[in-house]
């Protein structure tokens, strides 16, 4: 095996010279620019997508709580739908597929539909987190809000909800730092993240090594950087009295 | 104040309750008592609605509570209820858990919903736990938050579910002498116990169930004098025999 | 609105395009499966054999695999496997070593997780009889963890289904890639891409109800 080649990230993308800043200048941008860039859309599709997820994912998980029998069909249906099809798939139907059949789609940006098909499937996990969080309250609690005159929807507001969400923190978190990770499949329909980046300078500058591990380093610390910010939520929500919480 | 006619319930095939039928007029206390599983936290549950029925109809206040047109909401926001697990609301402080009902629910401005939490905490004593969450509570203390949560909402009568079943034996007293206090000033009162002594002390009927079925409904006298089923009979000698 | 037209859905195109990769998908699901629980057993008992010289390591390997995304760990093998063997390899044979060595990850922290659910008073009872460490853990504990985790394990492995599709970083022929090249050759791939979600829900879906099936059956066991 050959030695190391860092200064691969610095040499520009067109010229192949190595700029002295390291960063592109007059046009050009090295490969650094790009890596730099490609985290960017590698976190935007991540953020957006989770709060796509977060949204549609709590909706159907509480709809899947409700006496409603029509409404847990909705919420399990959706659930199982975008549970059980491969996400590259779903990547695929959302670009190919759903702008075909549905014309008025056709001109959106490929990234909003990868944030969409990202959403959507991460949505059905996190339904199942958000369902199991509020069916772990015992079922007193729900009666206890219906029997001080809290209609269905505020006894889901202020009691239900506060604690099911504190409960299911660390599942979150996790499906958080999977979103990251599974945010590398819009490598397929030519999104210019992280993984896409690795696949194209690997094949331009063939320091393929070098460029993993820059961009497996930076898919570590995004994942760590959410880990830490749902650690520091967790603590600033804990309920006092509660286990593992503050005492008196 | 409260009349029961004719209730039946079914969980799929299997018959909970049996046509019940009892009253509970302004200002009594009514002890429901008998064996676990009679049905008799089923029963307490229909009176508010928290448990559907399939036969029969409740009135609280003139108001049935089997007609789907009712406002639940409404209808409980004026009836009380403690249950066995306390379940006040973990995630907030004593004072929270007295007000959020008064200001979401009755609209009252939340100084208003606060002085009157704080009256009815400083009235069951626990005035200088204001400021603390459930869980750093005793079992008894969480109680009679649960009861000073209950009374908040100036009820017109309340509900007890097995308000001391879940307590350590050394706490019983604690929240019966609350409840006592309270039958004591006229608060019209459905409680689902196996305190007999509170029965004795303070109740004007008692109800005994047995598998769904109420089986006996007389004055707390006569219950305790000479009930007149065998299996009322057996319960007492088993509850009262130590 | 675009018409849709199924019929040149063919037993030949499917036996031509689909079935290939259907074959490869299913090979990959089943190697990484058995391989993959087989190393993930070894690597649970590493790191709950109390040596800081065997924690350590597999510690740092499932959490090496767990932090990187599935596809880069995909193209980290591609690269990697034919530096060390000297050989260029295809893309078939590095998906199955890839998936093998990234699942047993996964299969380690639901076999670290099974063995920690055996009480420690079984492992007393097995040393009690005079076993060994590989009696008691063979005979006793092991098979008490399988049997408690056989519906996460498959639950995985209904995962380990899906994420098969994504050889598609390397150009493996699976399941998925033979509903593309047909796609692509019929010019319908509106068409194809539909019937290969279909086909995957099926799969995945009628799997996890049997897994749902099995823990009810299991339930009542206890």
Redesign the interface.
């Known amino acids: 095996m050959s030695t190391w080649d860092w200064q691969v990230f610095c040499k520009e993308t067109t010229s192949g010279d190595v700029a002295p800043s390291c960063f592109g200048s007059g046009g050009d941008i090295t490969y650094l620019d790009w890596l730099l860039s490609a985290w960017g859309w590698t976190l935007s599709v991540s953020v957006l997508a989770l709060l796509v997820a977060l949204l549609l994912g709590s909706l159907m998980g509480i709809l899947r709580t409700t006496p409603h029998r029509g409404l847990v069909l909705l919420g399990n249906a959706w659930t199982e739908l975008f549970r059980n099809i491969p996400l590259l798939v779903q990547i695929f139907l959302w670009y190919h597929v759903v702008p075909a059949l549905i014309p008025p789609l056709r001109g959106v940006p490929s990234f909003i539909l990868v944030v969409m098909g990202l959403g959507l499937f991460t949505s059905a996990r996190i339904s199942e987190q958000v369902r199991a969080g509020i069916q772990s309250l015992a079922g007193g609690q729900r009666m206890a809000g219906l029997a001080m005159g809290f209609t269905l929807p505020q006894t889901y507001r202020h009691v239900l909800l506060p604690m099911a969400y504190r409960i299911i923190i660390p599942p979150l978190t996790s499906e958080s730092m999977n979103i990251i990770k599974n945010s590398s499949v819009a490598f397929a329909v030519s999104i210019s993240e992280l993984t896409l980046f690795a696949l194209q300078a690997q094949e331009e500058t063939s320091r393929g090594i070098e460029v993993y591990l820059a961009v497996s380093g930076l898919y570590f610390i995004s994942a760590f950087a959410i880990n830490r910010a749902a650690l520091f939520i967790e603590n600033r929500v804990r309920v006092p009295g509660m286990i593992g919480g503050g005492g008196h | 104040m409260i009349e029961i006619k004719n209730i039946s319930k079914w969980y799929g095939a299997f018959r909970v309750l049996t046509d019940c039928t009892t009253q509970v007029e302004k200002g009594e206390v009514i002890v429901v008592c008998g064996p676990s599983g009679s049905g008799k936290s089923t029963l307490i549950k229909c009176v508010n609605g928290l448990e559907a029925f399939q036969q029969g109809d409740i009135f609280v206040n003139g108001t049935s509570v089997g007609d789907p047109k009712t406002n639940l909401p409404k209808l409980r926001s004026h009836v009380g209820m403690v249950f066995q697990h306390f379940e006040l609301f973990p995630h907030m402080t004593i004072t929270e858990n007295l007000s959020i009902a008064q200001v979401k629910v009755l609209g009252r401005s939340r100084d208003e919903a606060n002085e009157r939490g704080m009256k009815l905490l400083d009235r069951v004593g626990l005035k200088q736990h204001a400021h603390k969450h459930p869980g750093q509570l005793s079992g008894g203390q969480q109680q009679r938050v649960a009861i000073a949560r209950a009374l908040s909402m100036d009820p017109i009568c309340m509900l007890f579910d097995e308000p001391t079943s879940a307590l350590d034996p050394e706490m019983v007293n604690e929240v019966l002498d609350v409840m006592v206090q309270l039958a004591q000033e006229g608060m019209t009162m459905m409680v689902v116990t196996h305190e007999m002594g509170f029965a004795r002390k303070v109740s004007n009927r008692v109800i005994f169930m047995d598998q769904g079925s109420i089986v006996e409904d007389a004055t707390k006298e006569d219950f305790f004098g000479k009930p007149r089923s065998e299996r009322a009979q057996q319960f007492l000698s088993k509850i009262l025999s130590h | 609105?675009?018409a849709l037209d199924f019929a040149f859905f063919t037993p030949d195109v499917i036996s031509g395009y689909i079935v290939k990769g259907f074959i490869f998908s299913l090979q990959l699901t089943l190697v990484a499966m058995i391989g993959g629980i087989v190393l993930g057993t070894l690597l649970a008992l590493m790191r709950l054999s109390g040596k800081t010289w065997l924690v350590m390591p597999a510690a740092a390997y499932v959490n090496t695999m767990r932090?990187?995304?599935?596809?880069?760990v995909i193209?980290?093998f591609f690269?990697?496997i034919p530096?060390v063997i000297g050989r260029p390899l295809g893309a078939e044979t590095s998906a199955l070593i890839t998936f093998t060595l990234f699942e047993a990850a996964y299969y380690s922290e639901i076999m670290r997780a099974g063995i920690q659910s055996v009480s420690r008073g079984q492992v007393a009872a097995g040393y009690a009889l005079g076993m060994t460490y590989r009696q008691t853990m063979g005979l006793i504990v092991l098979p008490q963890a399988f049997r408690n985790m056989l519906p996460v394990l498959l639950t995985q492995t209904i995962i380990l289904f899906?994420?098969t599709?994504?050889v598609?970083?390397i150009g493996a022929y699976d399941l998925?890639k033979g509903f593309e090249i047909a796609g692509k050759n019929f010019n319908r791939?509106?068409e194809t891409?539909?019937v290969?979600?279909v086909l995957?829900?099926i799969i995945?879906?009628s799997l996890?109800m049997l897994v749902r099936k099995l823990q009810q059956r299991i339930a009542i066991v206890r």
Not at chain 3, 67 to 72: D, F, K, Q, T
């Open positions: 609105m675009l932090s990187v995304p599935l596809v880069m193209l980290w690269l990697l530096l899906q994420d599709s994504l598609y970083a998925l791939p509106v891409y539909l290969a979600a995957y829900f995945s879906f996890s």
